[in-house]
Nanobody
Framework: QVHLVESGGALVQPGGSLRLSCVAS????????MNWYRQAPGKPREHVAG????????IYAASVKGRFTITRDNAKNTLYLQMNSLEPEDTAVYYC?????WGQGTQVTVSS
């Protein structure tokens, strides 16, 4: 079955950087688009970034464009989210997604 396992979340100061990873298994990773979502306390889950199967297309939420970069390594079945210039508003649980499948999430907290 499909498994998505996120890692890399942490407590970081404003202006800092983090790289999230999502290791996928149970499906042909290189055939599917992949996404990052996030959910802050008391708020709905929101789409952060997406990447096409061969990385030819990416899409970002306006709130993260220019600060976050989504990439994938199809040889390693791994999805990444490089997050720079982090702001307190980026605090959330970040989820990896493909099709109808979700990972368990990884907590990112931006605070001084």
């Amino acid at each position: 079955q499909v498994h998505l396992v996120e890692s890399g979340g942490a407590l970081v100061q404003p202006g800092g950087s983090l790289r999230l990873s999502c290791v996928a298994s149970g499906f042909t990773f290189s055939s599917y688009g992949m996404n990052w979502y996030r959910q802050a306390p008391g708020k709905p889950r929101e789409h952060v970034a997406g990447v096409s199967p061969r990385s030819t297309e990416t899409i970002y939420a306006a709130s993260v464009k220019g600060r976050f970069t989504i990439t994938r390594d199809n040889a390693k079945n791994t999805l990444y989210l490089q997050m720079n210039s982090l702001e307190p508003e980026d605090t959330a649980v970040y989820y990896c997604n493909t099709q109808t499948y979700w990972g368990q999430g990884t907590q990112v907290t931006v605070s001084s």
